[in-house]
């Protein structure tokens, strides 16, 4: 299992929706944009985590209460 996250490009990262990016200046003369401006992740996606979610936590508590009451 080791061998293959070695093998891998480590540009690829665990996300391929976020590309990494380097800065170059490390001054205070010339600004970048704020990191909320250079992200790469496109605005729809991932909207369907918190459904994901509350699906998860509502099939948790019936399988407790089921554990519990039968």
């Known amino acids: 299992m080791s061998e293959n996250l070695e093998n891998r490009d480590a540009k ?3 996300n391929p929706s ?3 990016r380097e800065e170059t200046t ?3 003369s010339e600004s970048t944009p704020a990191p ?3 992200v790469s992740v496109q605005r729809e996606e991932g909207r369907f985590w918190p ?3 509350a699906a998860a936590t509502i099939a948790g508590v019936l ?3 089921w554990i519990l009451f039968f």
């Open 63 to 65: 399988i407790v209460l």
């Open 51 to 53: 459904i994901v979610w």
């Open 18 to 20: 976020l590309k990494a």
């Open 26 to 28: 490390h001054g205070t």
């Open 12 to 14: 690829d990262g665990l």
């Open 36 to 38: 909320t401006k250079s």
